[in-house]
């Protein structure tokens, strides 16, 4: 069983097996340990292995007691950076039997030149391709809450539906957000908004320390971007000056990245309502996701030159081959992370980690 990033196997399809296991009835035939993450059926001896694909040593180094890897299962695909990094991978693992089974799983890329889109279009002979979407699978597996929503999209946001429920490709380049509109927001419009949010992104040299401010229509499934403040080496307390002659004052709640535990500390203790965002091993996917998902972020350009700037040309990554992987960059996005922590309760509330 193989993921892209480790640490993200032991809350996924680790805990989905262990899990599997225990629906079955067959919890007293398995040894499940979390250190290393292994499986094994007590009466064959039979293990399942877990390992990260960003450390591929890890992966080299699994030798059975007995027989050979017959199974190679990699989830989430497309989290990899392109076909090569996977053949090595099963160049590694497969050695030893005549007869082995690949299994790929993953939700299809939005673009159509992402580097796993582009695999499924060359005929392979003993491949299978299986695809299903929320329609073929019983309601109650999914609950009626998430068939709502999937309903909801398609009325409002048909591309992010196709996307997000259908699995289709929806795109032709590598842009992350196709869903920015540029345009001046007016003092009437501001003066409308009733939920507002500020995120920061802690920064120094060369990397910069970058506010915003945010309004969000739940309704409308619309995040207006209207204000921000960028510098470069600044304390502390300059930035809190800073931040104070923008116009944020106690009353407001700032979401800072939680990487920066001190400088939120400092932060408080000037004056200023700040907090740590919520983390875990996927928060930045899903977030960028969940982004991708709105129907229009509209940005302020005037008001707001950096973030127009980062939302309009942030791309995915490249692999060294030259094609779309579906990783995101952590480059020229310090705005992009500010909204992202701004955001972060309306985001983590849909149960995403």
Request: net charge negative; with cysteine; proline share 5%.
């Amino acid at each position: 069983m193989a993921r892209k990033v480790g640490n993200t196997l032991r809350d996924s399809v680790y805990s989905q097996i262990v899990w599997a296991i225990d629906y079955l009835g067959l919890t007293e035939k398995f040894k499940c340990i979390t250190s290393p993450l292994e499986i094994t059926y007590i009466p064959t001896g039979q293990k399942i292995y877990f390992r990260g694909g960003d450390d591929p040593l890890k992966i080299k180094s699994i030798k059975p007691r007995f027989g050979y890897i017959n199974i190679l299962w990699f989830e989430e695909l497309d989290q990899f950076k392109g076909g090569s990094e996977v053949r090595s991978i099963v160049q590694s693992a497969l050695r030893g039997g005549d007869k082995a089974y690949v299994f790929m799983s993953f939700n299809p890329p939005r673009s159509k030149t992402n580097w796993v889109n582009k695999m499924l279009e060359i005929p392979k002979p003993n491949r299978y391709v299986h695809e299903s979407d929320y329609r073929t699978v019983p309601v109650d597996w999914l609950g009626q809450a998430f068939i709502d929503e999937a309903e909801y999209l398609k009325e409002i946001n048909p591309a992010a539906y196709e996307h997000e429920y259908l699995g289709l490709p929806t795109t032709a380049g590598g842009l992350v957000f196709e869903n920015v509109e540029i345009r001046a927001i007016t003092d009437e419009e501001i003066g409308q908004f009733d939920r507002i949010h500020d995120g920061l992104d802690f920064g120094y040299y060369p990397d910069p320390a970058q506010w915003v401010r945010c309004h969000y229509d739940a309704a409308r499934m619309t995040l207006y971007i209207f204000d921000e403040y960028r510098g470069w080496k600044h304390s502390n307390s300059e930035l809190y000056e800073a931040l104070v002659e923008m116009g944020v004052g106690p009353e407001d709640t700032v979401i800072a990245d939680s990487a920066e535990p001190k400088s939120i500390a400092d932060l408080r203790a000037y004056g200023l309502s700040c907090i740590g965002a919520e983390k875990g091993p996927e928060s930045v996917r899903y977030s960028m996701k969940w982004l991708q998902s709105l129907v229009k972020i509209v940005i302020d350009n005037k008001r707001c030159p950096y973030a127009a700037e980062e939302f309009l040309n942030y791309e995915h990554e490249l692999n060294k081959d030259g094609e779309y992987i579906s990783a995101f960059p952590d480059a020229d996005n310090h705005a992009i992370d500010a909204v992202r922590y701004a955001t972060n309760r309306i985001w983590k509330r849909r149960g995403k980690k």
